[in-house]
């Protein structure tokens, strides 16, 4: 894990992020740490400072913009992406790395619906949709259980083709996105089951609203 980035967007996550990179810090020793502040109001930058890790800003909302940025800063071989609410487990990451590093895929992703949950983490109508998402994407795109995880771990190059075909989501339609635009230039994409824990406070997604913008763009990237 040497050659590895925790890229972690935030926002107001004061409560969680601190225990997060402690754990990471503690795993992995020799990773590096970049956490993405997206005009937090309150003191998440300020922990994620004190916490020794590299803390930089993107002042346009949205975990899209917020990802864009930290993607354009790294420059390790291999990048992990995982959520600031404490809700993944670090542990899990050195799984999906694994199969990078053996090159056994381009792209892995932490698949909450096939891995253990704690009760509440997803709700029923979060569940439920998610699912409905997973299989338009397997229809349109690649065959997969969880299209909006947010743990993924990529390749250097993956990265590069996602910045230089451009990242046009600003918000939790990110990962459809990056989904639809990797799968149609043959990146070996690998799911692996990850543990998923509950959030300490409210959830920032809107089921929904954000629901139908991850359909929507599903749909759009189709063509």
Not at 168 to 187: H, I, P, R, T, Y
Request: proline content about 3%.
């Amino acid at each position: 894990m040497e050659d590895v980035t925790f890229l972690i967007p935030a926002y107001n996550e004061e409560k969680s992020i601190g225990t997060l990179l402690n754990n990471i810090k503690i795993l992995y020793p020799n990773s590096k740490i970049l956490v993405v502040d997206n005009n937090s109001e309150d003191k998440t930058p300020e922990i994620a400072k004190k916490a020794g890790v590299t803390v930089i800003n993107e002042k346009k909302q949205g975990k899209g913009n917020a990802i864009r940025k930290g993607f354009e800063k790294v420059n390790s071989d291999y990048v992990v992406m995982m959520d600031a609410d404490n809700t993944y487990d670090p542990k899990d990451a050195s799984n999906l790395i694994k199969r990078l590093v053996e090159d056994k895929a381009d792209l892995v992703l932490g698949s909450r619906l096939n891995g253990e949950r704690k009760d509440g983490s997803i709700s029923k109508l979060n569940l439920v949709g998610n699912h409905i998402l997973s299989f338009v994407a397997s229809l349109f795109y690649i065959n997969i259980s969880d299209v909006c995880t947010g743990y993924w771990a990529f390749k250097r190059k993956v990265i590069e083709y996602l910045l230089q075909t451009g990242i046009d989501s600003n918000g939790f339609e990110l990962e459809a996105e990056m989904l639809a635009k990797v799968s149609k230039v043959n990146f070996r994409v690998f799911e692996v089951p990850i543990n998923y824990n509950c959030r300490i406070d409210e959830p920032k997604l809107n089921s929904v609203k954000d629901g139908w913008r991850i359909f929507r763009t599903l749909l759009f990237y189709r063509s």
